[in-house]
């Protein structure tokens, strides 16, 4: 089980200065869709560049032109390019395609998928790397989580792994490792913390079990 950090609501030099605390307690970085919004791929690139031994995930959530896009993060430096499963097959194949040619690897957000355990299985067929349960921003200030969502990825989802993101927080990790995602993400649950390095160092701790 891995352990990913969610940059969203920092800029370059605010978001390097967050891994730095951090680095030795996580596997994967997370240049999140604000981040890209404001700061353009060369957030992605400029994060490789400082810490070349993590896996840099570009939050790019792309819903067409797979295969473009995916390869320009690629280019920039990002390990785990995300996709919507809310998007067509075509652009989930050709986003694949173009990330085996750079050893990239594609991740699935589920965000707002309403048949899960169906778009899952298709999903899994198309041959991607993870399929990611997400309770976005606006879904968590209503009260939600991914936690059922994850249960239900995990008993149909045959060969991607599996990842989980929103609003996971220290408390509530232990509940998380339960269900043996292979990614857990976590933003705010560590950004947010007076002391981030506690924090991560106890996550990792309780992932690495
Ligand atoms: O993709 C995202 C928002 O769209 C976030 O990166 C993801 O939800 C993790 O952040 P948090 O733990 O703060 O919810």
Same mark, same amino acid.
């Given at each position: 089980?891995k352990l990913q950090l969610a940059l969203d609501?920092?800029?370059?030099?605010?978001?390097?200065?967050?891994?730095?605390?951090?680095?030795?307690?996580i596997d994967v970085v997370e240049i999140g869709t604000?981040v890209v919004?404001?700061?353009?791929?060369?957030a992605v690139?400029?994060m490789k560049?400082?810490?070349?031994?993590l896996t840099v995930l570009a939050d790019l959530k792309?819903?067409?032109?797979?295969?473009?896009?995916?390869?320009?993060a690629s @280019?920039a430096g990002a390990g785990i390019v995300t996709v919507? =499963?809310?998007?067509?097959? !075509?652009?989930? #194949?050709? /986003? *694949?395609?173009?990330a085996?040619?750079?050893?990239s690897e594609i991740l699935?957000d589920?965000?707002?998928?309403?048949?899960?355990?169906?778009?899952?299985?298709?999903?899994?067929?198309?041959?991607?790397d993870y399929?990611c349960?997400?309770?976005?921003?606006?879904?968590?200030?209503?009260?939600?989580?991914?936690?059922?969502?994850?249960?239900?990825?995990?008993?149909?989802?045959?060969?991607?792994?599996?990842a989980?993101a929103?609003?996971?927080?220290?408390?509530?990790?232990?509940?998380?490792? @339960?269900?043996?995602?292979?990614l857990?993400i976590?933003g =705010?649950?560590?950004?947010? !913390?007076?002391? #981030?390095? /506690? *924090?991560?160092?106890?996550?990792?701790?309780?992932?690495?079990?």
């Amino acid at each position: 089980m891995k352990l990913q950090l969610a940059l969203d609501l920092v800029n370059i030099p605010e978001g390097i200065a967050v891994v730095k605390e951090v680095e030795q307690f996580i596997d994967v970085v997370e240049i999140g869709t604000p981040v890209v919004i404001n700061e353009g791929l060369r957030a992605v690139k400029e994060m490789k560049e400082a810490f070349p031994n993590l896996t840099v995930l570009a939050d790019l959530k792309v819903m067409d032109a797979g295969g473009y896009e995916v390869m320009k993060a690629s @280019e920039a430096g990002a390990g785990i390019v995300t996709v919507l =499963g809310a998007t067509d097959d !075509a652009t989930i #194949k050709g /986003a *694949v395609e173009e990330a085996k040619k750079h050893g990239s690897e594609i991740l699935i957000d589920m965000i707002n998928i309403k048949d899960l355990a169906k778009r899952a299985q298709e999903v899994d067929a198309l041959g991607v790397d993870y399929i990611c349960v997400h309770t976005g921003y606006d879904l968590q200030a209503a009260g939600e989580t991914p936690f059922e969502q994850l249960k239900t990825i995990k008993s149909v989802v045959k060969n991607a792994k599996t990842a989980v993101a929103g609003g996971i927080k220290l408390e509530t990790l232990p509940g998380v490792i @339960e269900a043996q995602p292979d990614l857990v993400i976590v933003g =705010g649950g560590i950004t947010g !913390a007076d002391d #981030k390095k /506690a *924090v991560a160092a106890e996550m990792q701790r309780l992932i690495k079990g």
